[in-house]
């Protein structure tokens, strides 16, 4: 397992890691590596809904026995690492007390983050709601990262059809 000592960007290139097994995962801009979690920052704007206290607590207790979930995903840019996808995780990561969690960043802004957070829970966690995967839809075709994509570009990232991403554009 790689440790990253943040904030210093230095740390993007080179990661120090315990042994020859825990290299550095890079695969089209993204780094998969351990980092302490006081150095992921929640967003008001890329949190889509409240923490459920009974999968943090379902989650913690997986954990404990030594269950392994995938890494959280966060944007980086270069001071902060901005979560948008594993707030439930990263609960449960807290809960029992753990300083690190794997995470799979890229860089970007919190701009970048809040629009990536409308493609979660597609299909892992805590699955969208009918009524949720509308409101990222919404939300996606409002952000200034996503005004300039088709149809099929929105309906690819937030999960939805290109039908539904016609009618709501309208």
Known sequence: RCKIQPPSP???NRIRCKDL???????????????????????PETKRRDLDLGLVN????????????PPVRCRYDGKKYWLWDGYHRLAAVKK???KEIDVLFDNGSLIQA???SYSA?????????Q??????????????LGKS?????????VGVTKPTVAVWRE
């Open 121 to 129: 829970n597609q299909a892992h966690g805590q699955r969208r709601t």
């Open 10 to 12: 230095y740390h993007i």
């Open 149 to 157: 994509l088709s149809n099929g570009q929105i309906a690819d990232h």
């Open 131 to 144: 009524k949720q995967a509308q409101e990222a839809l919404i939300k996606a075709l409002q952000h200034k």
């Open 114 to 116: 809040e629009f990536d």
């Open 21 to 43: 097994t825990g290299i550095r995962v890079r695969l089209l801009g993204v780094i998969m590596a351990m980092i302490q979690i006081g150095y992921i920052f929640e967003s």
């Open 58 to 69: 379902e989650y913690a207790e997986r954990m404990i026995a030594g269950k392994k979930f």
């Open 96 to 98: 029992i007390g753990r």
